[in-house]
């Protein structure tokens, strides 16, 4: 199993090629963001859940760019979530596909350089390869338990509270979310 560190720069290139498309107008530019916001939030959501907090404790002097990092993609889901409300003919579409182009570019790049690295040095082989089982997990759903009750995840509180349009959504955590949704 590929480990942490390949998996999310993995999925950072996926981003990136959708990211590229819908800036070209290759493709429904529509359909293409939301490509992006379904890989993205679960993505963000597993880096702060043990991602970031695992950096944190490897390395606490990097603890101002894990805080960077969070804020970054909360200020990227939201500009997302303002973009798919609107339609793809909006005035200010194709600029807000490249402001959030230029800020995951940006996130991107320090996450690369300054983050993931401290995992490949300080995790061995064994530890990047459960992250990476854990991650794969979160990221692609299949994160029920094994057996019978399912836990509501956050992605799916988060969805809940975008239908019903809570504001400040995406800054909340699952505990916030399931308290403004009426879950806890």
Avoid at 8 to 22: G, P, S, Y
Avoid at 35 to 55: G, K, M, Q
Avoid at 92 to 108: F, Q, S
């Amino acid at each position: 199993m590929p480990d942490i560190v390949e998996i999310i720069k993995e999925q950072h290139r996926q981003v990136e090629d959708l990211l590229a498309r819908a800036e070209k107008g290759d493709g429904d530019s529509a359909a293409l963001m939301q490509e992006v916001a379904r890989l993205l939030l679960p993505h963000s959501e597993a880096e702060e859940a043990f991602v970031y907090p695992a950096i944190r404790d490897l390395a606490a002097e990097a603890g101002d760019e894990v805080k960077d990092g969070v804020v970054e993609h909360h200020q990227v889901e939201e500009m997302l979530q303002n973009l798919l409300r609107g339609d793809a003919e909006d005035p200010g579409y194709d600029g807000t596909v490249a402001a959030i182009t230029g800020e995951l570019r940006h996130h991107v790049q320090e996450e690369e350089q300054d983050l993931l690295p401290i995992l490949a040095e300080r995790l061995d082989d064994a530890e990047r390869d459960e992250m990476g089982r854990r991650f794969l997990e979160a990221t692609t759903g299949a994160d029920l338990p094994s057996g019978g009750d399912h836990e509501t995840t956050r992605r799916e509180l988060y969805q809940k509270a975008r239908e019903q349009e809570i504001h400040g959504r995406s800054r909340m955590n699952k505990q916030e979310l399931a308290d403004a949704v009426g879950e806890s």
